[in-house]
């Protein structure tokens, strides 16, 4: 394991509205406001069709293929993530979210996209102090984060 130590900076209370776009809303903010790193958690709902990524079509493949699945109507959702710079110094959100609708729950990652239903509620707890950020790793093609 690696690590890094970090400081809390400034917390956010975000209100997404009806069709705002994960990760794209998370994204812009954070580099609107400045923010280099920090902790995000999501609750909400999410529109049908949305894309979420549940995992590799072939885990051992030294590049994997993401195997995606579609929302198949608005669902509740649950998501906790990440915020770091890439190597370009533009924020990148990394959520995994739970979606569920009746007795069904798709759980992955958001960054395939998908659109608020209605409501969502983001709060963003700024980290400072890090030289944390994710970089390219040319073996998987992942944006990994390095500390």
Same mark, same amino acid.
């Given at each position: 394991m690696r690590y890094s130590e970090a400081g809390l900076g400034r @917390?956010? &209370?975000c209100r997404l509205e009806d069709g705002d776009r994960l990760p794209d809303t998370i994204e !812009?903010?954070?580099r609107e406001h400045g923010i280099k790193a920090a902790m995000v958690f999501f609750l909400g709902g999410a529109e049908r069709d949305g894309? &979420? &990524?549940v995992g590799p079509e !072939?885990?051992?493949a030294s590049k994997p293929v993401p195997m995606i699945e579609r929302l198949l109507g608005a669902s509740e959702a =649950?998501? @906790?993530g990440t915020i770091f710079i890439?190597? !370009?110094k533009i924020p990148k959100l990394h959520l995994h979210s739970a979606f569920g609708r009746q007795r069904e729950t798709i759980t992955g990652c958001t960054r395939e996209g998908i659109e608020i239903w209605r409501i969502g509620e983001v709060i963003i707890l700024e980290l400072t102090n890090t030289s944390a950020q994710r970089r390219i790793n040319p073996q998987t093609g992942f944006e =990994? =984060?390095?500390v």
């Open positions: @917390v956010f &209370v !812009d903010f954070a894309k &979420v &990524v !072939d885990g051992a =649950l998501g @906790v890439n190597q !370009d =990994l =984060l390095e």
